[in-house]
């Protein structure tokens, strides 16, 4: 299973998206506190459409609950940020993945960043663009994750 790790995130409108996209791939949705939103917001549930009851979420009050519950293996957790230096392709997805994002305003903090540089990718874009909407990037990794793990072949 892929497993969709928000840090923090800050835009129900985006956590909706996500929520649907996970459903729409079979993922788990992992919300790590603190939210920006909560999470009956009506914004949420829009973006999510009547995707919302049927999915996996859970939520977390830090990192290090989330970790104690699914332990950090470096093969299996992987990080996204526009200041990495591999691309999100050149990871090696393999059976579950956890793949995190952090906040819209913020990103993923500067010691995660450094602590799991390894393990850290981006989207390739154009040097004139900042940054990619979170719900596109999730997208993106998560399409890459499905075909490298041969997860589209449930979804079909």
């Known amino acids: 299973m892929i497993h969709i790790v928000l840090v923090e995130p800050q835009i129900p ?10 459903v729409a791939t079979t993922s788990m949705l992992h919300l790590i506190k603190p939210l920006g939103f909560r999470t009956t ?13 049927h999915l ?10 989330f970790w104690d519950t699914y332990p950090l293996d470096l093969a ?17 997805f393999e059976g579950d993945c956890y ?23 981006r989207l390739p874009m154009a040097p004139i663009a900042r940054s990619l909407n979170l719900a596109t990037c999730v997208g993106a ?9 041969k997860g ?4 079909c």
């Not at 909706?16 to 996970?22: P, T, V």
């Not at 500067?110 to 540089?117: D, K, N, R």
């Not at 990794?141 to 793990?149: C, I, P, S, W």
Request: proline content about 0%; glycine content about 6%.
């Open 13 to 22: 409108q985006n956590t909706g998206n996500i929520g649907r996209l996970c």
């Open 56 to 65: 996996e979420v859970r939520e977390w009050e830090n990192l290090t609950h």
């Open 99 to 121: 793949l995190y994002f952090g906040r819209e305003d913020a990103g993923l903090d500067g010691h995660i960043l450094h602590s799991f540089s390894s393990q850290t990718y």
């Open 152 to 155: 589209f072949e449930a979804l």
């Open 141 to 149: 990794v998560l399409y890459e994750a499905l075909r490298q793990t």
């Open 41 to 53: 917001q009506k914004e949420l549930k829009r973006a999510g459409l009547d995707y919302w009851r």
């Open 76 to 92: 299996h957790h992987f990080f996204f940020s526009t200041k990495a230096k591999q691309i999100h392709y050149e990871a090696n």
